[in-house]
C-alpha cells in the first residue's frame, strides 16, 4: 500500500512534443506528491510538486494533473526539450510524517 | 548557497570489506536523510536525523549498517561487511526542517566485487 506506480519505463520523444508520465498510488494517506529530475551523477532535484485539494498545477513548461478519485497523477511536459532529457521520478508523503515513497522512474530521452 | 557534499564520489571494494560514505548537509539544515537507490530505481529512505537523533531507521539493515550524526552536522554511513548487494548509489539529502523540501546531493556510487 506503500507503493507509487510509475510508467513508462522509458519514454522517447521529439524536440517540441508532449512527454506524459503516469503514477498511481493506493495510500489515500498520501497528501502530497511531488516530481523529482535526476540528470545523470546528480541528485534528484524537486520539480514541482501538488496536494490532493487542486487537479492540475503548472510551473513554466511542467503540469501536474491529479485525479484523486482515481488516486493517478501524471506530469506533462509542453515544448519539450533536449535539455529536459533525465530521470523522472514521482513521489508521494504520507500525512503526518516526510517519507517520500518514489516511484520506479521514467527515462526520458528528447530527441533534436 | 552550496548544496549537500558527499564524498567519496566513487567506491570500489571487495566483498566483505568495510566502507564508509560521508556527508555535509546545506548549513542550517536541521534534518539529513540517507537514501539508497538501485539501478533504475527510485531512491529508498535508510535512516533519517533530526540533528544529532536518529528518528526513522526502520528501513536501516542494522547487522550490517550503521550511521552516525556527531553534532547534528555531518554524518557518516558505514556497511560493514559489504556485499554484493549493497552495489549502489548511496543519496544524502536535507532538509530545513522535517516536512520540508528534501535537497539532495550527488551520491556515493559503491560497486562491491
Known amino acids: 500500500q506503500q507503493q507509487v506506480k510509475q510508467s513508462p519505463q522509458s519514454l522517447i520523444v521529439q524536440k517540441g512534443g508532449i512527454p506524459i508520465i503516469n503514477c498511481a498510488y493506493e495510500n489515500t494517506a498520501f497528501d502530497y506528491f511531488p516530481w523529482y529530475q535526476q540528470f545523470p551523477g546528480k541528485g534528484p532535484a524537486l520539480l514541482i510538486a501538488?496536494?490532493?485539494?487542486?487537479s492540475e498545477k503548472k510551473e513554466g513548461r511542467f503540469t501536474i494533473s491529479f485525479n484523486k478519485s482515481a488516486k493517478q497523477f501524471s506530469l506533462h511536459i509542453m515544448d519539450s526539450q533536449p535539455g529536459d532529457s533525465a530521470t523522472y521520478f514521482c513521489a508521494a508523503v504520507v500525512q503526518g510524517a516526510q517519507k517520500l515513497v518514489f516511484g520506479q522512474g521514467t527515462r526520458l530521452t528528447i530527441n533534436p | 548557497e552550496a548544496g549537500v557534499v558527499q564524498s567519496p564520489r566513487y567506491k570500489i571494494i571487495e566483498k566483505k570489506q568495510p566502507v564508509a560514505f560521508w556527508c555535509n548537509p546545506i548549513?542550517?539544515?536541521?534534518?539529513l536523510y540517507w537514501y539508497l537507490q538501485n539501478l533504475g530505481q527510485g531512491p529508498e529512505l535508510l535512516i533519517r536525523?533530526?540533528?544529532?537523533?536518529?528518528?526513522?531507521d526502520s528501513q536501516l539493515p542494522k547487522d550490517r549498517f550503521s550511521a552516525e550524526r556527531l553534532k547534528g552536522v555531518d554524518s557518516t554511513l558505514k556497511i560493514q561487511p559489504a556485499e554484493l548487494g549493497d552495489s549502489a548509489v548511496y543519496l544524502c539529502a536535507s532538509s530545513p526542517r522535517w516536512r520540508e523540501e528534501q535537497f539532495f546531493g550527488p551520491g556515493t556510487r559503491l560497486t562491491v566485487l
Open positions: 536525523y533530526e540533528n544529532e537523533e536518529a528518528v526513522d
Open positions: 501538488i496536494r490532493p485539494d487542486v
Open positions: 548549513s542550517g539544515h536541521n534534518t
